[in-house]
């Protein structure tokens, strides 16, 4: 064996701890889901054509209702979330130095569990919660049914508030990072040559933190769009987020139609990959034309 050879040997024995997990796990999962998608390894054999699955899941018009749904509420609380923390990171890293402790308590929601902060936002947000208790006693509604059906109005707002609490704080941390390594010399002489607070944010602040905001934003996005325990809680039925029509179909109906609940988590898998490639090529595109510019 040359001696490259054996160095690489060594490396991935060395990285195999962090290697096995994910090549058992996460891509044997994925290998089984095709497979079970096209009838391969079934519970019981697959009597329909290897695309049967698919073809009826794409003829289904409460597919594509669900998807449209599921990509609504991902790409609003997935915004929502970064234009927050991106607001919110950069007030907090203009605090004084005394009070950056108690900024800290930000984080909280970060070692909440979602389905926590889907409660949460049921308690203040529904008809008979804190919130239309409070404008009870105020004297702003006469009874419960009064009070706006936030949750579960067929918008998805009740989810895009549960997302956009998870999400904040985690943009918020991503983005201290890079301010923290921020040369504050730059605002300081840009303020000293006349420029406002809203140039200095937009011109050099802003594109600074653009790696961590992209980054946060596809994290927050491709969760947002398949997650399952803040849909269960507050989603609507009809429609639905994908990830509560897989779960109808995988453990609700008969074993025959676990080929369609694959076939959608295949269809979800191949959407995210496609959106990471093309999200990433369009910020490279235009990164590269305002550094033309």
């Given at each position: 064996?040359?001696?490259?050879?054996?160095?690489?040997?060594?490396?991935?024995?060395?990285?195999?701890?962090?290697?096995?997990?994910?090549?058992?796990?996460?891509?044997?999962?994925?290998?089984?889901?095709?497979?079970?998608?096209?009838?391969?390894?079934?519970?019981?054999?697959?009597?329909?054509?290897?695309?049967?699955?698919?073809?009826?899941?794409?003829?289904?018009?409460?597919?594509?209702?669900?998807?449209?749904?599921?990509?609504?509420?991902?790409?609003?609380?997935?915004?929502?979330s970064v234009a927050?923390?991106?607001?919110?990171?950069?007030?907090v890293w203009q605090?004084?130095?005394?009070?950056?402790?108690?900024?800290?308590?930000?984080?909280?929601?970060?070692?909440?569990?979602?389905?926590?902060?889907?409660?949460?936002?049921?308690?203040?947000?529904?008809?008979?919660?804190?919130?239309?208790?409070?404008?009870?006693?105020?004297?702003?509604?006469?009874?419960?049914?009064?009070?706006?059906?936030?949750?579960?109005?067929?918008?998805?707002?009740?989810?895009?508030?549960?997302?956009?609490?998870?999400?904040?704080?985690?943009?918020?941390?991503?983005?201290?990072?890079?301010?923290?390594?921020?040369?504050?010399?730059?605002?300081?002489?840009?303020?000293?040559?006349?420029?406002?607070?809203?140039?200095?944010?937009?011109?050099?602040?802003?594109?600074?933190?653009?790696?961590?905001?992209?980054?946060?934003?596809?994290?927050?996005?491709?969760?947002?769009?398949?997650?399952?325990?803040?849909?269960?809680?507050?989603?609507?039925?009809?429609?639905?987020?994908?990830?509560?029509?897989?779960?109808?179909?995988?453990?609700?109906?008969?074993?025959?139609?676990?080929?369609?609940?694959?076939?959608?988590?295949?269809?979800?898998?191949?959407?995210?990959?496609?959106?990471?490639?093309?999200?990433?090529?369009?910020?490279?595109?235009?990164?590269?034309?305002?550094?033309?510019?």
């Amino acid at each position: 064996m040359s001696l490259i050879g054996s160095r690489t040997a060594i490396l991935i024995l060395k990285l195999s701890p962090l290697i096995l997990p994910f090549v058992v796990l996460f891509c044997g999962g994925v290998f089984l889901t095709v497979c079970q998608s096209l009838g391969i390894f079934t519970p019981l054999p697959h009597t329909g054509g290897i695309l049967a699955a698919y073809n009826i899941i794409l003829s289904d018009p409460s597919f594509f209702a669900s998807f449209g749904f599921s990509l609504g509420v991902a790409l609003t609380s997935a915004a929502g979330s970064v234009a927050a923390g991106t607001f919110l990171a950069y007030r907090v890293w203009q605090l004084p130095k005394a009070l950056a402790g108690a900024a800290l308590m930000y984080k909280i929601p970060l070692i909440l569990p979602h389905i926590a902060v889907a409660f949460v936002v049921l308690i203040f947000w529904s008809q008979s919660g804190i919130l239309s208790s409070l404008a009870y006693h105020l004297g702003l509604i006469q009874s419960m049914p009064d009070f706006p059906n936030v949750l579960y109005s067929g918008w998805g707002l009740g989810m895009i508030l549960a997302y956009t609490l998870k999400g904040t704080p985690f943009a918020m941390l991503l983005i201290l990072a890079l301010l923290v390594r921020f040369d504050v010399r730059q605002i300081q002489t840009a303020a000293m040559l006349g420029a406002s607070k809203r140039c200095i944010f937009f011109s050099i602040v802003l594109p600074r933190l653009a790696p961590a905001m992209h980054t946060s934003f596809i994290i927050l996005f491709l969760y947002s769009f398949g997650a399952f325990d803040i849909p269960y809680i507050l989603s609507e039925s009809r429609p639905g987020m994908l990830s509560l029509h897989v779960f109808d179909l995988y453990f609700k109906h008969d074993l025959a139609r676990r080929p369609e609940a694959m076939a959608i988590l295949t269809l979800m898998f191949c959407f995210a990959v496609l959106f990471i490639i093309a999200y990433s090529k369009t910020v490279t595109h235009l990164e590269n034309g305002v550094r033309k510019l």
